[in-house]
């Protein structure tokens, strides 16, 4: 399990946009969104599973994934659970502590908070990054612009 007390820096996000650039340069599709999910789940430590989904029709579908485990939420109807509500909203959701959400779906025992970042062409929602954390109150808006860079940066990865 990777646990860590720190948060997300603001030089630390530079950097690993910076190697999100070259991996997404490097790759493209599907191939370009699995390397994009390990490096993130790799390069921050508070980040203990992270997938993107793309939408199909009225649902989320898991696309890619990086983390100890696969989840059983390999499908998410757009509206349901925090992944379904960010998508259904079109806006970043973050959950400080995934017990106190009524919307969350356990996926893994550990996971204690949750972000999750719509992917977006134009104002339409196409995917989203979601991504868990074993400690509480894992993400700032360090994370939320950080993500939501990632998020503009991986919408090419539609075109």
Request: proline residues 3%; aromatic residues 6%; contains cysteine.
């Amino acid at each position: 399990m990777k646990t860590s007390t720190l948060r997300l820096s603001r030089e630390q996000a530079k950097e690993v946009l910076v190697r999100v650039d070259s991996a997404l340069g490097a790759s493209k599709g599907k191939e370009a969104r699995e390397s994009m999910v390990k490096l993130l789940n790799s390069a921050v430590p508070t980040y203990s599973w992270v997938g993107i989904y793309i939408v199909e029709g009225k649902d989320l579908v898991l696309d890619a994934w990086s983390g100890p485990a696969a989840t059983e939420h390999v499908r998410i109807p757009v509206g349901k659970g925090v992944c379904g509500f960010a998508a259904k909203a079109g806006k970043t959701e973050i959950v400080s502590d995934v017990n106190k959400d009524p919307r969350y779906l356990q996926c893994f025992l550990s996971t204690k908070s949750e972000i999750v970042v719509p992917i977006m062409d134009g104002s339409a929602v196409i995917g989203e990054i979601d991504i868990d954390s074993d400690q509480l109150d894992a993400f700032s808006s360090v994370d939320r612009e950080f993500l939501e860079a990632v998020a503009k940066k991986a919408s090419a990865l539609w075109a």
